[in-house]
């Protein structure tokens, strides 16, 4: 009877979650907050820097793409309005306080990708901050991700994190999603990655698992996971005032398809193995594994003793195993506990394992 009845939640959370509006009553029970553009400053690039256009009455917009600028905020919105920089991109993000810039219409075409027809497809976002210097900060990652999930909403493209690969020699390929200015192919040989200039921001302290998790954290269907941000933040209802559950930051729980929206809060209700419990979507962020997942390798892959430990073994491409525990967020990376069944056993980098 319960089993039944979960499948059935799972079944019909799963086909909701795209098209629920908050304080609907909604017997599917999958409630969604809205995708809301967040708050920004509007302070217009100079317009020799960027291509009007009237996006997407004729161009189609599928790609996010990732920057890390290389200088703090203001000089960033000081260059793309000066007319000798030539360059542009839709958003600025400054790294120190999460405070956010537009520069350009979403209509409007940004020159940041190094590469056309990216540019053409494609919205851009600057984070303040230097490739091999800055940790970046959750309010970052939630303030960026906020514009993602926004844009993927009113654009039509996949809330979807594309890292294991070099993005498509045609930007008009595939379904999109995010990826960052180092997965832009060179238009003149698309093996090449970074754009016409070989960009390779935003580097290897972006944590994209975690970036990952702060885009999809509304959105998360039956089935999918979830990994719990502190203690005591689980109650036995979709209520501040219910009682809370001895559930401990870092555990992982499955998405029962249950959602609902309270005020300006979104709850969902998770399946801990033992018990069930709701947590808001403030306190969680989406996982892409749960213990027991099974994986596959993307490409050859360093397993480490500890998150970001020392490395033990590399498995090659092709690998498969079990998901043995994590997530653990270290700067720039996702780590997940792998057995691995060609005997190896450790953590690897989440960008390079797939569902299997
Ligand atoms: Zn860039």
């Not at 073994?313 to 690998?319: C, D, F």
């Not at 195993?321 to 069944?341: F, K, M, Q, S």
Request: hydrophobic share 35%; proline share 4%; charged share 25%.
């Amino acid at each position: 009877m319960r089993e039944t009845r979960r499948t059935i939640l799972k079944t019909i959370g799963g086909i909701a979650g795209t098209g629920a509006i908050s304080g609907q009553t909604n017997a599917k029970q999958a409630e969604r907050l809205p995708a809301m553009k967040p708050e920004m400053r509007w302070a217009p690039a100079d317009e020799s820097n960027y291509s009007e256009a009237e996006r997407e009455s004729d161009l189609d917009i599928r790609w996010f793409v990732v920057h890390v600028a290389q200088g703090e905020a203001e000089w960033t919105v000081d260059w793309f309005q000066n007319p000798d920089a030539n360059v542009s991109a839709h958003y600025v993000a400054d790294h120190r306080t999460g405070d956010l810039t537009q520069m350009l219409a979403e209509e409007d075409i940004g020159w940041h990708a190094g590469n056309w027809p990216y540019n053409q497809h494609s919205l851009g976002i600057e984070h303040s901050g230097w490739v091999n210097d800055t940790v970046y900060t959750d309010t970052l990652y939630e303030v960026s991700a906020r514009i993602v999930r926004w844009a993927a909403t009113e654009f039509d493209f996949p809330k979807r994190v594309r890292r294991s690969e070099i993005a498509p020699c045609d930007a008009t390929d595939g379904e999109g999603g995010v990826i960052g200015h180092d997965q832009i192919p060179n238009p003149y040989d698309c093996t090449e990655p970074g754009g016409i200039s070989g960009h390779y921001d935003p580097g290897s302290l972006w944590n994209w698992g975690r970036y990952e998790g702060f885009i999809r954290r509304w959105d998360i269907e039956a089935g999918e996971n979830a990994v719990v941000l502190s203690d005591d933040a689980a109650h036995h209802g979709p209520d501040e005032h219910a009682k809370t559950m001895a559930v401990s930051a870092g555990t992982v729980a499955i998405a029962t398809g249950n959602v609902r929206v309270r005020g300006d809060t979104q709850w969902y209700k998770l399946d801990f193995g033992d018990s069930h419990g709701w947590v808001p979507a403030d306190d969680l962020l989406y996982a892409r594994f749960d213990a027991g997942s099974a994986v596959e390798t993307t490409s050859d892959l360093n397993v480490s003793a500890e998150p970001d430990g020392k490395r033990l073994a590399t498995v090659s491409e092709g690998t498969t195993g079990t998901i043995a525990g994590g997530p653990v967020d270290t700067v720039g990376y996702r780590w997940w506990n792998v057995d691995y069944e060609s005997g190896e056993a450790g953590w690897s980098v989440d960008y390079w394992l797939k569902s299997d």
